[in-house]
């Protein structure tokens, strides 16, 4: 019996991060092995008690662990990862990604420019080899892909989240001929691009408005418990107003893919909200309000459907970018189908290549 064990930031119930070891779970299970997997949370103080020698493979999950190993405080996970390979035991790196970066590195790489980074050339060189001696190395968007390249990891490629697996539920029953706008509302606790997210949320509250006065209706919903604050301020700054829904239930994946269907587009804070529109085939507006968010629109070729939570016309923006896709909705979806079954035939590949 093969023993696995999966690194992520998991154990805090937040929707995002929960689905992709629930997929890989599931992709596991389908594979039709003998396995017996363990989790383990991608956090220095749970890292540095974690032990390798029990294990055949470690995985290093989706999500933004990659930011982790670029620290040079913690360089705790990276060490983990560089003793799993000197130890002979198998490393999969499945769809993480970069995060964190300022707002400046994302010009540099449109520019295709080098990006400034600090990090000692120890680390840099322990970066190298860990990916060298992976047996598969996949990363969530060619922005990630571009930074490793410039410090010269090359075992690399782009196999996007393990969000793209998510599929739509063909026959749902919520049909409807209601115009719906899907509305992903919480905290980043204030680390975003812009540093205000209250500001942001005025504006957001703005442009629903004024969505409700054209005749859509707006369904709120969250993805983390600790949105319910959030979510609640931004319903009261547009209500009272009967075409505004909020729904403070987090949902299982499958469960709100089947809700997103019904809706028009929808506007999103949270990263995996929009991956959940996606595998829905509902075009997005996201609030680019860290790098990753960027690097996902990129990957897909939606960098024009990613509006930055420091533009200081953000309503306008919005407003802008809904007219957009109202305008090219049908290629938005053949856009959006094509790239969710491309990704998903990618980040599988480790199944196939029977590499657990």
């Given amino acids: 019996m093969k023993k696995i064990l999966y690194i992520g930031w998991v154990g805090y119930r937040n929707l995002g991060d929960e689905l992709m070891l629930d997929l890989f779970k599931q992709r596991l299970l389908a594979s039709g092995g003998e396995y017996q997997l363990e989790v383990q949370n991608n956090e220095p103080g749970y890292m540095q008690d974690a032990s390798i020698e029990p294990y055949d493979c470690v995985v290093l999950g989706g999500g933004s662990i990659l930011s982790g190993l670029m620290q040079v405080i913690d360089p705790v996970v990276i060490n ?6 000197h130890l002979n035991k198998k490393l999969v790196i499945w769809g993480s990604g970069i ?5 400046s590195s994302i010009a540099a790489l449109q520019r295709q420019e080098p990006v400034a980074l600090d990090i000692p050339e120890s680390l840099v060189t322990t970066l190298r080899e860990v990916f ?3 047996v598969w190395a996949g990363v969530r968007g060619p922005y990630t892909q571009a930074i490793l390249t410039q410090l010269g990891v090359h075992n690399v490629q782009v196999s996007g989240d393990p969000g793209f697996l998510m599929t739509r539920t063909r026959d749902t ?30 504006q957001l509250a703005e442009a629903l408005c004024r969505f409700a006065s054209e005749g859509y209706a707006i369904y709120l919903y969250t993805m983390w418990n600790q949105d319910q604050t959030a979510i609640n301020r931004l319903y009261h700054k547009i209500s009272p107003n009967d075409k505004v829904i909020m729904d403070k239930k987090i949902y299982h994946q499958d469960d709100l893919i089947s809700l997103i269907q019904s809706f028009d587009f929808t506007i999103n804070l949270k990263l995996h909200a929009n991956y959940l529109s996606v595998a829905a085939e509902v075009p997005f507006i996201a609030l680019g309000y860290r790098f990753k968010v960027f690097d996902f629109a990129h990957s897909i070729g939606m960098e024009d459907y990613v509006i930055s939570t420091n533009d200081p016309n953000l309503k306008d923006r919005m407003l802008e ?15 959006i189908s094509h790239e969710r079954q491309r990704y ?3 980040i599988h590949a480790p199944f196939t290549l029977q590499l657990f």
């Fill in 321 to 335: 970018t809904a007219g957009q896709i109202s305008a090219v909705r049908p290629h938005l979806v053949s856009l």
């Fill in 173 to 202: 029953g919520n049909e409807t001929s209601e115009r719906i706008i899907g509305v992903n509302w919480g905290t980043a606790l204030n680390r975003i691009y812009g540093g205000d997210e209250l500001r942001v949320e005025d």
């Fill in 344 to 346: 998903a035939g990618l």
């Fill in 132 to 134: 060298a001696h992976s």
């Fill in 80 to 85: 983990f990862l560089k003793q799993t390979i």
């Fill in 99 to 103: 995060d964190w970066l300022p707002h």
